[in-house]
């Protein structure tokens, strides 16, 4: 079983969560080019290994927020509320 | 190839079983393939054993980094249907099915192909709406459906609770009699003994570490075992599909999700039909062992771990419980993980790729096992011809760009449907 630190509540059993996937996506400006949604809604890094992602925290703050967690192993590396970056992070 | 006969059984019942021949070889790998298949799995087994069959070229290395038919073809839970609504869908998994039929005959390895039917639950108007309208739509396309009503149901499989008082009432369900089981991992060796027999190579623990592209040409493939030079590269790697195709910097509408399975301790014979719930998302039948083979949702977050977590596993038994408390009592024996290939319409990918000469088949969701005879057949099809077969035009790369997305379930961009 996981262990999810939220950001506002601790550590608490991933059955509170619900996921959110690839939290490093940004939803392009409307009257970018079709290429550049079609990248923002169809296709995904899916990398093996540490992953940015969102969860949210259903049975608890009810707040989105960020993990970073190993998709190999699911150990969890970090998390960040939703505005701030996470450990490491660029932006 | 030494021929599988009731001869050969009865010749080797007289020297103890102990003069078997290998199934197939264990070559060395070359320099040069006309073809190579990345993938040792039932899919990949079956691309090399169709190019070799149906297209002649024999001349053909499968790679697998484990042992064969270690990922998912020895992970799921056995079950064969084609009861699609889309037509793309419909006629692709047909074409399998009859594939599956035969296929012991096809490749002289008993694949325990067992015809027992799959039973779709109804437990709402709306289910039932939507049971009757696939269930007209696969009778359109020829395909085997039909409605049972409640009685029939519990007459048919007397451990579902069909009492008015059960938590998830049953209505009815859909049936697709020549639905069933076959053997798993039977399927991998079966194609892997008849492709090494027309002359393809099967190499194992030979991992793939890059794909060589020349100006927008495949020229070849780096592995572990050394460096190959070919013009046409097959990818059946479905749960890591991302990865090898970002050897050769091709982004895919996919994410990796963990799918677990899992077995009771093995009974006597309880249930002889492939019961599913779409309400409670579960489905089991009972193996030839005894064992009653279970599952239900995806973990629900990406993962390439071949290993979930306890909530699902939790869930998936409530489910059971709900449907057959006489279950109740039975032992839960083991639980695995599979990485399935999520793609974001949940219809799978068998295509030419951007680059020429690369090709996969993948995205297969969590439905990949009853496709792998047709998976095979049109993935060599598509290398041999570099064009798709008229069962696989639809599953293209490009089609998510193109809004052509095959979205069986209605849920749009959404890669966790399940």
Request: charged letters at 20%; aromatic letters at 10%; a positive charge.
């Amino acid at each position: 079983m996981m262990l999810i630190p939220c950001p506002w509540c601790g550590e608490r059993n991933q059955i509170e969560f619900t996921y959110g996937g690839d939290a490093t996506l940004r939803r392009p400006a409307p009257t970018a080019p079709q290429s550049v949604w079609v990248d923002y809604v169809y296709l995904r890094d899916n990398p093996c290994g540490p992953h940015d992602e969102l969860w949210y925290h259903g049975a608890g703050c009810r707040s989105w927020f960020k993990v970073r967690r190993d998709t190999r192993t699911h150990d969890i590396l970090a998390s960040a509320p939703i505005d701030r970056p996470l450990r490491g992070e660029g932006s | 190839m030494k021929r599988y006969s009731i001869f050969s059984l009865i010749g080797g019942a007289f020297t103890g079983h102990a003069n078997w021949p290998r199934a197939w070889r264990n070559p060395a790998l070359k320099k040069r393939y006309d073809a190579v298949v990345i993938g040792g799995g039932g899919h990949g087994l079956a691309t090399a054993y169709y190019l070799a069959k149906e297209h002649g070229i024999r001349n053909v290395a499968v790679l697998e980094k484990g042992w064969l038919g270690g990922g998912n073809t020895g992970r799921n839970t056995t079950i064969v249907r084609s009861n699609y609504h889309l037509d793309a869908n419909a006629h692709f998994y047909e074409f399998s099915l009859k594939l599956w039929e035969r296929l012991s005959q096809e490749l002289n390895f008993n694949v325990m192909y067992s015809a027992r039917g799959v039973l779709n639950l109804v437990h709402t108007p709306a289910d039932m709406d939507a049971a009757m309208r696939r269930g007209n739509a696969m009778r359109l396309n020829g395909i085997d459906a039909q409605f049972l009503s409640r009685d029939e149901i519990a007459a048919r499989i007397p451990d579902l609770d069909c009492s008015p008082k059960a938590r998830f009432p049953v209505l009815g369900g859909l049936l697709q009699p020549r639905g069933g089981t076959v053997r798993h991992d039977a399927v991998a060796w079966g194609y892997a003994r008849a492709g090494d027999a027309l002359g393809v190579d099967i190499v194992e623990r030979c991992e793939v570490t890059g794909i060589r592209v020349e100006r927008g040409v495949v020229t070849g493939v780096r592995t572990t075992l050394g460096d190959i030079d070919t013009a046409k590269v097959g990818i059946a790697v479905a749960g890591h599909s991302s990865r090898v195709a970002a050897m050769a910097n091709i982004k895919l509408p996919i994410e990796s999700h963990v799918l677990q399975a899992m077995v009771s301790e093995p009974v006597k014979p309880v249930l002889d039909t492939v019961v599913t719930s779409g309400a409670v998302h579960f489905y089991v039948s009972q193996s030839d062992k005894g064992e009653l083979v279970m599952g239900g949702d995806l973990d629900f977050y990406n993962s390439y771990a071949q290993r979930g977590n306890l909530p699902m596993i939790e869930n998936v038994v409530a489910a059971c419980l709900a449907l057959f408390p006489a279950f109740g009592r039975l032992r839960l024996m083991r639980t695995w993980g599979g990485i399935m290939d999520m793609t974001m319409d949940g219809s799978p990918i068998i295509a030419k790729l951007p680059v020429q000469g690369l090709y996969m088949t993948g995205g297969w969701c969590y439905g990949g096992f009853k496709a792998t005879p047709a998976s095979g057949y049109v993935h060599a099809w598509t290398i041999a011809n570099d064009k798709p077969h008229p069962l696989n035009e639809a599953f293209t790369l490009e089609r998510f760009a193109e809004g052509r997305t095959l979205d069986e379930k209605g849920a749009g961009p959404y890669p966790w449907a399940h």
